[in-house]
Nanobody
Framework: QVQLVESGGGLVQAGGSLRLSCAASGSAFNVMAWYRQAPGKQREWVATLSSGGSTIYADSAKGRFTISRDNARNTVYLLVNSLKPEDTAVYYC????????WGQGIQVTVSS
């Protein structure tokens, strides 16, 4: 059974950095992605990391967000630099193989 557990969120001041983690169990890495959902908005895609290691980012994430993985820990990360109040959202990781699996989400709050 696939399980994804996010961690690393919290309250941070604008301009700071945060590294979110997504620990996966029950399956080897496939395509991994991060999404976020701000209050009152739809969930939006942030970044994708393929099983081969290639990355792609949403335009809003380019330059400040970095998705990476540690195969030994079966963990995917999302590093966010220069945080802005508009980055406040619940962040979710997703694994895709024969279907999509979602983590429970982690809150990130950026204060101005």
């Amino acid at each position: 059974q696939v399980q994804l557990v996010e961690s690393g969120g919290g309250l941070v001041q604008a301009g700071g950095s945060l590294r979110l983690s997504c620990a996966a169990s029950g399956s080897a890495f496939n395509v991994m992605a991060w999404y976020r959902q701000a209050p009152g908005k739809q969930r939006e895609w942030v970044a994708t990391l393929s099983s081969g290691g290639s990355t792609i980012y949403a335009d809003s994430a380019k330059g400040r967000f970095t998705i990476s993985r540690d195969n030994a820990r079966n963990t995917v990360y999302l590093l966010v630099n220069s945080l802005k109040p508009e980055d406040t959202a619940v962040y979710y990781c997703r694994m895709s193989n024969t279907r999509n699996y979602w983590g429970q989400g982690i809150q990130v709050t950026v204060s101005s």
